[in-house]
Nanobody
């Protein structure tokens, strides 16, 4: 499975962006998906996850109520809708796929990673 993330960019605080992560392969529908981010000088951290069916989602407290993860199995794509962006959301955002089908916060549970897309939020 190859993952291609896009949609990052420069946005003012309070603005919105939608990240997309397109996956190759016919088994995408069976994968749990996650979004993680890494700010300069910091460790990669969990943002959001979704189960293979899309029925279960999970969010980090610092994005809950502002970000929404969704999955379109017909398009082999997972999305991260980000609203009310804050300067502290600035980071490279990565999508990841887990063969287990579960959306999890555990980085080691993911088998495939995209290359990352940069989100910069100005104050």
């Amino acid at each position: 499975v190859q993952l291609q993330a896009c949609g990052g960019g420069l946005v003012q605080a309070g603005g919105s962006l939608r990240l997309s992560c397109a996956a190759s392969g016919r088994t995408f529908s069976s994968y749990g998906m996650g979004w993680f981010r890494q700010a300069p000088g910091k460790e990669r951290e969990f943002v959001a996850a979704i189960s293979w069916s899309g029925s279960t989602t999970d969010y980090a407290d610092y994005v809950k109520g502002r970000f929404t993860i969704s999955k379109d199995n017909a398009k082999n794509t997972v999305y991260l809708q980000m609203t009310s962006l804050k300067p502290e959301d600035t980071a490279v955002y990565f999508c990841a796929a887990a063969r287990t089908g579960r959306g999890t916060r555990v980085i080691a549970a993911y088998n495939y990673w995209g290359q990352g897309t940069l989100v910069t939020v100005s104050s």
